[in-house]
């Protein structure tokens, strides 16, 4: 079996999983029919094959950045080999430095951000800032892309962002513009030096339009993942199954491009 690296998987606590799960249905106007639990992502994630997970969770409150970031951390550490843990930070925090000095000392490899949620839009000084902050510690961010509903990550914002921090290892995700995918095809695609993951499309695009904008990207610049616990991994591996790329494309999505970002081959 191909060995597969979920990039993108939201993990929470059990005391509040339920409620953070609905909240997520209720965001976007869905049914899930995952838990949100750490137990739970590796019994779905064995069912495709997955051996290692990006694990995080996202502060909708500067309050809310420390105790989450201790849990990714902790899960992290509760599974040697399995997970890679990336941080939350917010914008709005009254110690955004001391917040990344204490994601970094718990030993997290990135950040993820997710605009729509903390209510702040990738354009503004203070997304730059914090995006600034990141550069310098060397780690990656992982910032959700895309909403038509919105004007606060829609590739417009996500080309600025860019822009402004050269040097910042980026990955979209959703392919750049969950949504709003012909805005990220003819604005961001094989524009620029990033990474983009690609859960969360494959539902919602046309087989041969998942494909174009993959190549857009290049197969090399794509990470596989579910949005767990949005999606469950059979049905998100199906849908790519499907899509007409070769099996050095598939290699790279699907395990390879993510082994060189979080360095697991060396």
Known sequence: MQKVINAHCHIYPASIAERAVQGIADFYSIKIGLNGMTDDLIKDGSKVGVVHYIVHSVATKPTQVKSI????????????????GFGTLHPDSEDLEGD?????DLGLKGVKIHPDFQFFSL?????????????DAGIPILTHCGDFRY?????????????????????GAHLGGWSV???????????????????SCFGFMAPEQSVELIRAYGAERVLWGTDYPTWEHENEMMLFNKLDLTDEERSLILYDNAAKLLKLEE
């Not at 990344?100 to 970094?104: E, G, I």
């Not at 354009?123 to 550069?135: H, Q, S």
């Open 123 to 135: 354009e503004e000084d203070r997304a730059i800032r914090l995006g600034e902050m990141v550069r």
């Open 181 to 199: 995918w012909d805005d990220a095809l003819n604005r961001i695609a094989g524009k620029y030096d990033i990474l983009v993951d690609c859960c």
């Open 151 to 171: 004007k606060l990550s829609n590739p417009e914002q996500f080309e600025t962002f860019i822009k402004a921090l050269p040097g910042l290892k980026i990955i």
């Open 100 to 104: 990344l000095k204490h994601l970094l």
């Open 69 to 84: 970031n201790e849990f990714i951390s902790s899960e992290v550490n509760s599974h040697p080999g399995l997970f890679t």
